[in-house]
């Protein structure tokens, strides 16, 4: 069997070359996955939880951590190790002191291209507001990468080597695609909210618009650092492989939201409470903006699809636990406000893994009944499918509260969504011509 190497540029190549059709495909794969992990048993499948060791994490210099994920698909063993920077625990040093930003709007009607260096003299045009504000949301530094360096690497069911990746643009893109499997069954996708800059971001964003782009008018980009905002803004404006997603969709506008301007505070309540979708993709150890945003009756009168990935460390947390409680509070039979239908409950990638490590789970003092597994809910789904397909009504509340209700999806990673998502990748790579082939390895 012939050794497949891919290095980050050739991750890159490949995942920029993907389709719609692409795309769907390998998320209904992942989704498959993530069903048998939840629901599977050894002798039924791999992907099982039982055979999936919980990861590793050893300290390294430079206030970094390196992360050993071993995992188990029905066809694949393979193992990630990588090394990322560390958030500090603001129990044990002072907040991060804040940066400057601004707030823009720049439309992507085809043929109108955004200025690469977005500054007080852009065209108000193309720059709705720029002031001064401060905020002390404690990141890492911005000095700091946030982007994970290292290898996965992945063996037969019999134990032989049979691909060695780059683990960067992968860890980005398969937490998006993870991210994105409930994000599809949303009825309204109209605004998004996303917090970052950095390739969890750039994922997000790109997944969002090969999925449901002519459905997205608005793209805010929320981020302490207006300088990798504004590069972020510049790839998407700037690049061939960006451009026919820019230009599909004539109603398409960006914006960037950042620190130290006083129309944070403002701008920051309008997005968050405008938007549709939130997706949360920094390493926070506090959150990204205050409770009752959400929690407020005006917060809760509309119903959103919120995905927090960034932080997956117990001290790290990008929504303020009050939003994990209220969204698992027993329902009042008599209230004076119209509220978004909820679930009840806080879905998982891993329940013992969020348990363990997700910020927000751990100091909203919720329980395991109080979370559900992504790979469960599909399940339930397809029995509701089942049901609708023979004639009965199914779910309808399921499906009501995962369309249009207020959904919170909690994501600390699974070393799984790397093998699952690695494997596929390596078939279209040596499909497609990409990488390097080593022969008799």
């Known amino acids: 069997m012939p050794l497949t190497i891919l290095s980050d540029t050739d991750i890159h190549t490949l995942l920029f070359s993907l ?8 998320q209904h794969n992942l989704a498959e996955a993530l069903h048998e992990y939840s629901t599977g048993t050894q002798e039924s499948t791999g992907c099982c939880s039982t055979n999936q060791p919980q990861r590793i994490s050893i300290p390294a210099a430079s206030d970094q951590t390196t992360l050993f994920m071993p995992a188990s698909t029905s066809s694949s063993r393979g193992i990630k190790i990588v090394t990322l920077a560390t958030s500090h625990d603001p129990a044990r040093s002072s907040s991060i002191p804040s940066i400057a930003s601004v707030s823009s709007s720049i439309s992507s009607r085809s043929g109108t291209s955004a200025p690469s260096t977005p500054t007080a003299s852009t065209p108000t045009s193309q720059l709705s507001s720029l002031s001064l504000s401060h905020t002390n949301a404690s990141t890492i530094s911005s000095t700091q990468s946030t982007t994970p360096v290292g290898s996965l690497t992945l063996l037969s069911a019999a134990g032989t080597p049979y691909a060695f990746l780059a683990a960067s643009e992968l860890t980005a893109f398969r937490t998006a695609l993870a991210s994105t499997i409930l994000f599809t069954r949303r009825t309204t996708v109209h605004t998004i909210a996303v917090f970052g800059a950095g390739a969890q971001a750039l994922w997000h964003i790109r997944l969002a618009l090969l999925l449901r782009g002519p459905e997205i008018h608005h793209i805010h980009i929320v981020n302490r650092s ?3 905002a504004k590069s972020l803004m510049h790839t998407i404006y700037t690049t061939p492989e960006w451009e026919h997603l820019r230009n599909s969709n004539d109603k398409l506008t960006f914006s960037i939201v950042s620190g130290e301007y ?5 701008l920051l309540k309008e997005h968050v409470r405008k938007a549709d979708v939130i997706f949360c993709c920094t390493p ?3 959150p990204l903006f205050p409770a009752e945003f959400l929690t407020s009756p005006e917060g809760r009168k509309k119903g959103r699809y919120v995905s927090a990935i960034g932080s997956y460390r117990p001290h790290m947390i990008e929504l ?3 939003i994990l409680r209220q969204a698992v509070a027993p329902e009042h039979k008599h209230h004076h406000h119209r509220h978004a239908e909820k679930g009840g409950v806080i879905v998982v990638d891993s329940l013992e893994a969020c348990m363990k490590e997700a910020g927000e789970v751990r100091m909203g003092g919720l329980g395991p009944e109080q ?3 992504i790979g469960e809910l599909i399940m339930v789904k397809k029995a509701a499918m089942k049901e609708i397909e023979q004639g009965g009504e199914g779910e309808k509340g399921l499906k009501r509260w995962l369309m249009g209700g207020n959904v919170l999806y909690k994501s600390v990673g699974l070393g ?3 093998v699952c998502v690695g494997e596929d990748l390596v078939g279209l790579a040596r499909e497609r011509g990409v990488g390097t082939s080593v022969e008799g390895f």
């Open 262 to 266: 006083g129309e944070y505070q403002r």
């Open 371 to 373: 979370l559900v597994e």
């Open 320 to 322: 303020h636990p009050d």
């Open 416 to 418: 799984l969504m790397d």
């Open 284 to 286: 926070s150890t506090s």
């Open 19 to 26: 389709t719609r059709d692409d795309i769907l495909s390998l």
């Open 226 to 228: 207006f300088d990798r």
